[in-house]
C-alpha cells in the first residue's frame, strides 16, 4: 500500500486538485509539452484535457493503483493517446533518451526521494528533452519558512507524505538541470502552502 492509499481518500485528493485556481497553472505547464510526454504522479488524470494536437502520446505513471483507476476514465474520453503504468517516479520502466517532455503538476512534493527521482526523468528524456512543472515549496519568508519546517513533519503523516518545505528549484538544479525559465508567487490560500515554482528546465549534459 502507498502512501496515498495509506493516508489520502483518493476522491478527496481528487476535489483538492481540481480547484479552480490550479487550472491556471495546469494549462500554462501542460500546453507546452510535446511529442512523447511523460507524466510524472499521473494521479486522476486531471492534466489530459489541456494537451495539445503537439503531443504524440501521454505516458503518466503514478504508484497508486486507486488514482490510476480514475485516471484510465478520464484517459478514455481524453483526445489525447495515453498509456498509464503503475511504478515510482524513482524506478521509471522507460529506456534512455525516450523521451521530449517530463510534465509534473505538483508532484515533487511527495516523492521520498525527490533527487533520485528527477535524475530518472533526467535519464528518461532525449537530448534537448524538457522538464515542465508546477509545484509548491519553500518560501522566502522567513516565518512562513519557519512554520513550514515546523509544521512538515505532520503534514506528510496525514497528506501523502506532501513536504511543505522542499526548495524545488535547488533540486531540479542539483539533478543535473539547468532552469530555463522559473517563475514563483503565492496562489490564493495559506502561504505555508501555496508558494509557487513553476517553470521549465533541460539536461545539462
Not at 38 to 49: A, D, H, R
Request: glycine share 8%; hydrophobic share 40%; aromatic share 8%.
Amino acid at each position: 500500500m502507498n502512501v496515498y492509499d495509506r493516508w489520502v481518500f483518493p476522491p478527496l485528493l481528487d476535489l483538492v486538485m481540481r480547484q479552480s485556481q490550479l487550472e491556471r497553472y495546469r494549462r500554462e505547464v501542460v500546453a507546452a509539452a510535446s511529442g512523447r510526454v511523460l507524466e510524472i504522479g499521473v494521479g486522476s488524470g486531471l492534466n489530459f484535457p489541456f494537451y495539445g494536437e503537439q503531443v504524440e502520446i501521454v505516458i503518466g505513471i503514478d504508484p497508486s493503483p486507486r488514482l490510476l483507476a480514475m485516471g484510465s476514465r478520464r484517459a478514455d474520453a481524453a483526445t489525447v493517446r495515453t498509456q498509464l503504468i503503475q511504478a515510482s517516479a524513482t524506478a521509471i520502466p522507460l529506456g534512455d533518451d525516450t523521451i521530449d517532455t517530463v510534465v509534473m503538476t505538483w508532484t515533487l512534493c511527495s516523492i521520498p526521494d525527490p533527487l533520485i527521482a528527477l535524475r530518472e526523468m533526467r535519464r528518461v528524456l532525449k537530448p534537448g528533452g524538457r522538464l515542465m512543472f508546477v509545484e509548491h515549496g519553500l518560501s522566502p519568508e522567513p516565518r512562513v519558512e519557519s512554520w513550514q519546517h515546523r509544521l512538515t513533519p505532520i503534514w506528510r503523516k496525514v497528506a501523502g507524505g506532501c513536504h511543505l518545505d522542499r526548495k524545488m528549484d535547488d533540486l531540479v538544479r542539483a539533478a543535473g538541470f539547468d532552469l530555463t525559465e522559473l517563475r514563483n508567487e503565492y496562489a490564493d490560500g495559506p502561504r505555508i502552502m501555496t508558494y509557487m515554482y513553476a517553470g521549465s528546465a533541460r539536461s545539462t549534459a
